[in-house]
């Protein structure tokens, strides 16, 4: 009994540490480029993000050359964020459309180049959430707070089995349809070869009966 309870405490700690993982980047991008960062989000998640560009100098003004435009968009070309020419920004929506969502970072066309840095913090799901203010909110006990957020994080992990699940099942669908359509088109290749090759034969006969060959 005292080894399944540890066995259980243990559980409980690894997920409480998955529950805490989040998306956060640091990167460089060249003034003229684009940089893009793909995320998978099923539907109906909620997805945060916030970026800021880092300060060379610190305690100076930024550089007006140090300015990104940013802007994030779904698998179907729809706009969930944009900033135009900005040194920081954040973002906060709910997928409708699963699928792989973009956020491409582009910086001005500077001379001579200039390379900026970039801090992006992108959390989707269960991370996305404020659990320190959900805390605070409602003033749980801290092992209470800890189960909720497990219950959370099982949650997640649940309708993300469903979520991989229905996409394993459309690529199924995929190649089904695609081996039926190479096997067709397969068919119709061997009908069109044996078709002309009748052709050709009879025309060879024909050219050889008249010219009495044969």
């Not at 779904?74 to 969502?101: L, R």
Request: proline fraction near 2%.
């Amino acid at each position: 009994m005292v080894l399944r309870s540890e066995k259980l405490w243990t559980v409980l700690v690894v997920l409480g540490m998955m529950s805490r993982f989040s998306h956060s980047l640091h990167f460089d991008l060249q003034s003229g480029r684009t940089k893009c960062i793909a995320e998978d989000i099923k539907s109906n998640s909620m997805t945060v993000g916030k970026y800021a560009v880092v300060n060379p100098n610190e305690g100076h003004p930024l550089p007006p050359s140090h300015k990104v435009s940013v802007r994030v968009t779904s698998s179907y070309g729809n706009t969930y964020h944009h900033g135009e020419q900005v040194e920081s920004g954040q973002f906060a929506f709910t997928a409708v459309e699963a699928g792989d969502y973009m956020a491409c970072f582009s910086a001005v066309d500077h001379k001579p180049e200039v390379t900026l840095s970039v801090d992006f913090d992108w959390r989707t799901g269960i991370q996305a959430k404020n659990w320190a203010n959900v805390a605070k909110k409602s003033q749980v006990e801290v092992m209470e707070f800890e189960v909720k957020k497990l219950l959370e994080t099982v949650n997640s992990i649940h309708e993300e089995m469903f979520y991989l699940r229905e996409r394993e099942e459309e690529m199924q669908d995929l190649n089904r349809s695609t081996n039926t359509k190479m096997a067709w088109l397969s068919f119709l290749s061997l009908f069109v070869c044996l078709g002309v090759a009748g052709m050709q034969f009879w025309h060879l006969k024909t050219f050889f009966e008249k010219k009495k060959v044969i």
